[in-house]
């Protein structure tokens, strides 16, 4: 993205925002705000940022990613998105609920008994293993609306 290409090049440089606004006679506010991504330089801007980047105005407008160590441009390909702790957390509790119905299933499996006693143990009209399932297929929901959610 443009926005990390300025960054990048601005920061391999050695330029604060401020001195950089300075070369090119914009304020440091438009150097923050084309770093944040909150809007894009115009033509003139960007010429003059090609020139004191020394890349051409192509090399900061491709999809290309500029490595900070070398300054090396590469070719990329559209970046996938970045998961956030939201979605993250619903892919846990996912897993959580389907591993616990797995182990509930291998577990009756094995030793039957098990289920029984768990029946037998609850004190509501939904029998002990009917509230494991729910409470298992419950938290996969849960984990599926919180991978789906937009923000």
């Given at each position: 993205?443009?926005?990390?290409?300025?960054?990048?090049?601005?920061?391999?440089q050695?330029?604060?925002?401020?001195?950089?606004?300075?070369?090119?006679?914009v304020?440091?506010?438009?150097?923050?705000k084309?770093?944040?991504?909150?809007?894009?330089p115009?033509?003139d801007?960007?010429?003059?940022l090609?020139e004191?980047?020394?890349?051409?105005?192509?090399?900061?407008?491709?999809?290309?990613?500029?490595?900070?160590?070398d300054?090396?441009?590469?070719?990329?390909?559209?970046?996938?998105?970045?998961?956030?702790e939201?979605?993250?957390?619903?892919?846990c509790?996912?897993?959580?609920?389907?591993?616990?119905?797995i182990?509930?299933g291998?577990?009756?499996?094995?030793?039957?008994?098990?289920?029984?006693?768990?029946?037998?143990?609850?004190m509501?009209?939904l029998?002990?293993t009917g509230?494991?399932?729910?409470?298992?297929?419950?938290?996969?929901?849960?984990?599926?609306?919180?991978?789906?959610?937009k923000?």
């Amino acid at each position: 993205m443009l926005s990390e290409k300025i960054y990048t090049l601005r920061r391999k440089q050695g330029l604060s925002q401020e001195q950089l606004a300075e070369k090119i006679g914009v304020s440091r506010q438009a150097i923050s705000k084309w770093e944040g991504g909150l809007s894009v330089p115009e033509l003139d801007r960007l010429k003059a940022l090609s020139e004191c980047f020394q890349v051409t105005i192509d090399e900061l407008t491709e999809n290309r990613t500029v490595s900070a160590s070398d300054g090396a441009m590469t070719e990329k390909e559209n970046p996938a998105p970045i998961k956030t702790e939201e979605s993250r957390a619903g892919i846990c509790l996912c897993l959580t609920g389907a591993v616990c119905l797995i182990l509930f299933g291998l577990a009756t499996v094995i030793y039957p008994p098990a289920a029984g006693r768990l029946n037998e143990s609850s004190m509501i009209t939904l029998n002990g293993t009917g509230i494991l399932v729910a409470l298992s297929v419950l938290l996969m929901l849960w984990g599926v609306i919180l991978i789906l959610r937009k923000k």
